[in-house]
């Protein structure tokens, strides 16, 4: 009996082993199902976190960029003409930037393309001082505008004037870099351009002045994207970029739903940056820019727009829309 | 070889350099475009730069005699009244140590968008190492020479003129050529918070357009500009201070 | 020509006293020479009469004809103190200039009249310099330079005449063709030279004291015979100058060192 006992022992271990084993062996990656490992995309803003970033930011907050299998890095630069260089040489994946920009990146020869919009109306126009004597824009001649030099200055300013018979060169363009608000504020310039209308007419209202803009798209200025995604036109994944994009629409649906709760969102993702009158302001204002539908591709749009610039001198050739918008 | 001819020689050696970095590494014209296509950029757009040069070197060179001027005359009252060092020194150490990015959107508002906010910025960066120089200079006179001077009676202004302000010369000298080396700097970060003209302003301009070329010509005319002021002056200076030998030939 | 007093000068550094209750007499119109060794405080003296700044003094400098000694002075150093920013001409003619007062400037007075320059040329054609009037100093030899700054000092023409070993840089040749020149050219002028040299003590002194110890002393004077520039032939300087050597050779064993400036 003593040696069956035994004989069963050994049996039992040897047995519990080999199953242990077998277990073991079956986790291992050599199963028939492999794990797959999150694509990583780099993406640079063209500023620092601000609002208009609202879908990106709640994409990656509410885990829609991880739902889609990705894993994005999102980076800020100093200065916002660094992205398209770094997006063209193949450092970055992907960069928020401007279509007007965009289009002036591809007729110097940068490999850019498009790869969905995420701000789907003008944010610029022209800022006076609600106080100001400038009730209309033929008011504007032999003023000031304080700018940030973005390119396309001279052609919308045209554009502006046109109706009431002035151009660009009748007024004194001067670059103040960031300094918009101050600028228009102290007197030293009596409009502004490249400020945005969810942005500085809310920072002024917050200092006790009132601001009134005169908006392009109201003004015979094709409508455009104020702020896109750009991709390099020639190495890019674009699998990985629909994902992207299926990510940033249910960041976007979900903004539109939840108003309140996004905002919260948002301003929690870095409360000691975001946590402010200012942004909480510009957030309500954004909602309704943001492109619902952002892989939807409107060519005609962008080739009207490319047109518009190169007509009032902008583009010394024309370029082709098709070739710098990604298919998605 | 002539000893005018070695900066040539150096300039040409780095143009060489350059040219082969942007071939070598394969560079794309958007992130530094080699020197010919920047050569074509100068050409091109030779009225246009030439334009905002004359902005930008207004700006310096008034900047640069306004600050020389001011630096010179607060070093002789750090010198003469000491009393009022204590006072001085700090303001003088904060126009040094505060960025001048940092200012500068401070200094538009106040002076406008105009020249003069830009020779302020000008004075600023430049104010620092004329007064430093020149009170050094002023302060460390040989202790012969005012004893000398002592005994033979001689008065303030006298010893000032005949024996400090000569002896401080070779010291403001090296003021200056910093200075004169440092005066872009003022200018161009003036245009970039607040101009209509200047190198720096079609810099950024440039930039914005994503002429890349067309930002590298500007950029190389203000180096090039900058490396002519500093051997423009580095000439005057040895003129004005024939009898200071240089001893370090070997 | 008076006599210059120096009664009861005491100099102190801190807690270090260098001399006290110094008296010493410089006869009008002749050569007063100081010796001592390194340290001994012969130079604070020397500034102690000019009135530079030299520590803490006190005493009394008194000329006999009744005068401050203040603006009676010239200074000659050791290191020649030639401007190197002026000419040689310039540089001799440096008090001219320093004395010139705003009212001179703002009257336009000339800044070198004729007959002042006219002056100064003859006086660089005595010190054997007309060629390099025009030259600046960085030109000159070791030897050219310091008759420049005899020329200057003469062009001072001050009574008194203070010298601070100014031809102890100079090689053994240069040094006595100068101390000739110097003796020439400075006659009937009343001179303390200090220097450390005897041979150069007893060549041109009428008297030579010796300064020595801690807290310095001077001893009594020593009046050599003759006529100055004494001959190097004359025996009698000879020996007096191995006697003089030899007291200061043994001063440096004996007292204690001296710290403080000379």
């Known amino acids: 009996m003593k040696k069956t006992i035994r004989q069963v022992f050994f049996w039992a271990m040897t047995l519990m082993l080999s199953i242990n084993l077998h277990a073991s062996a079956n986790n291992q990656p050599s199963s028939t199902q492999p794990e797959k490992e999150p694509k990583e995309l780099t993406l640079m803003l063209e500023w620092f976190v601000n609002p208009d970033h609202g879908p990106i930011i709640i994409a990656q907050e509410k885990g829609y960029f991880k739902d889609q299998g990705l894993t994005i890095d999102i980076q800020e630069p100093a200065d916002p003409n660094l992205p398209p260089k770094l997006v063209a040489a193949g450092k970055v994946d992907l960069a928020v930037y401007y279509q007007p920009s965009l289009i002036h990146g591809v007729a110097n020869g940068l490999p850019l393309a498009w790869a969905g919009t995420l701000v789907a109306t003008p944010l610029d126009g022209l800022i006076v001082l609600d106080e100001s004597p400038i009730k209309s824009l033929k008011d504007m001649k032999g003023k000031t505008i304080g700018l940030n030099i973005g390119g396309i200055e001279n052609a919308i300013l045209d554009t502006l004037f046109e109706p009431y018979g002035f151009s660009a060169k009748d007024v004194k363009l001067v670059n103040v870099g960031w300094n918009l608000s101050s600028s228009l504020m102290s007197g030293r310039v009596d409009a502004i351009m490249g400020a945005y209308r969810n942005f500085e007419l809310n920072q002024l209202e917050i200092e006790g002045r009132k601001g009134r803009m005169f908006y392009f798209e109201e003004h015979n200025i094709p409508p455009y994207d104020e702020l896109i995604f750009i991709a390099n036109r020639e190495k890019n994944d674009k699998e990985a970029i629909r994902r992207f994009l299926r990510a940033i629409e249910l960041g976007t649906q979900f903004i539109v739903n939840n108003p309140e709760k996004s905002w919260e969102i948002f301003r929690d993702y870095s409360p000691k940056q975001l946590d402010n009158e200012l942004n909480r302001r510009a957030w309500f204002d954004t909602i309704s820019r943001f492109d619902l539908r952002p892989a939807a591709k409107d060519a005609g749009r962008y080739q009207a727009f490319a047109d518009y610039l190169q007509e009032r001198g902008e583009l010394k050739k024309k370029v082709d829309a098709s070739n710098f918008m990604l298919s998605l | ?250 | 020509m008076f006599d210059v007093i120096i009664r009861d000068a005491s100099l102190r550094f801190k807690n270090h006293c260098v001399f006290e209750n110094l008296n010493l007499i410089l006869k009008g119109g002749k050569w007063t020479c100081l010796l001592g060794g390194s340290g001994v405080g012969k130079t604070c003296l020397l500034r102690l009469i000019a009135g530079l700044p030299a520590g803490e003094t006190t005493g009394e400098i008194l000329c006999q004809d009744g005068f401050p000694v203040s603006h009676r002075i010239a200074w000659m150093a050791q290191q020649d103190l030639l401007l190197p920013w002026f000419s040689v001409l310039e540089n001799i003619t440096l008090g001219q200039r320093l004395r010139r007062s705003f009212t001179d400037i703002v009257k336009r007075h000339p800044l070198i009249p004729p007959e002042v320059e006219d002056q100064a040329m003859s006086i660089l054609e005595k010190v054997g310099l007309t060629e390099k009037a025009r030259v600046l100093p960085q030109h000159l030899s070791g030897g050219q330079r310091q008759r420049a700054a005899l020329a200057r000092t003469l062009m001072e023409n001050r009574p008194l005449v203070l010298m601070d070993e100014p031809f102890g840089a100079l090689d053994a040749i240069t040094r006595l063709n100068l101390q000739d020149l110097a003796c020439e050219l400075l006659e009937n002028r009343t001179v303390l030279l200090i220097t450390h040299d005897p041979l150069e003590a007893l060549r041109l002194g009428h008297d030579v004291y010796h300064l020595r110890g801690y807290p310095a002393r001077l001893t009594d004077a020593i009046t050599p015979p003759g006529k100055t520039p004494r001959s190097l032939e004359d025996n009698g300087i000879m020996m007096l100058q191995g006697k003089l050597l030899d007291r200061l050779r043994h001063e440096s064993f004996d007292e204690k060192p001296v710290k403080g400036e000379q």
């Open chain 2, 1 to 250: 070889m002539k000893d005018a001819i070695k900066p040539f020689i150096v300039f040409l050696g780095l143009l060489i350099l350059w040219h082969t970095l942007v071939i070598v590494f394969d560079m794309p014209d958007y992130i530094l475009p080699g020197p010919g296509a920047v050569a074509q950029s100068m050409v091109e757009n030779a009225s246009l730069l030439w334009e905002h040069t004359l902005v930008t070197l207004s700006e310096m060179l008034m900047g640069l005699f306004l600050g020389v001027l001011m630096g010179i005359i607060l070093a002789l009252i750090l010198v003469y009244f000491t009393a009022l060092r204590p006072w001085l020194l700090p303001p003088l150490l904060i126009t040094q140590a505060i960025p001048v990015f940092a200012l500068a959107p401070i200094l538009m508002l106040w002076f406008g968008y105009g020249m003069t906010s830009k020779v302020v910025m000008t004075i600023l960066v430049i104010f620092f190492p004329v007064v430093t120089c020149c009170y050094d200079g002023l302060r460390h006179t040989h202790q012969g020479w005012l004893d000398m001077a002592q005994t033979m009676g001689g008065n303030r202004f006298a010893i000032l003129r005949n024996i400090r302000w000569p002896a401080a010369l070779p010291a403001l000298a090296s003021g200056l050529r910093v200075a004169v080396v440092v005066a872009p700097i003022g200018a161009v970060v003036g245009e970039w918070v607040g101009s209509s003209a200047g190198l720096g302003y079609l810099m950024l301009q440039a930039n914005a357009r994503l002429w890349v070329d067309q930002m590298f010509a500007a950029l190389t005319v203000l180096a090039f500009c900058s490396v002519t002021l500093y051997y423009t002056t580095d000439r005057l200076l040895r003129r004005l201070i024939p009898w200071q030998p240089e001893t370090s030939q070997e």
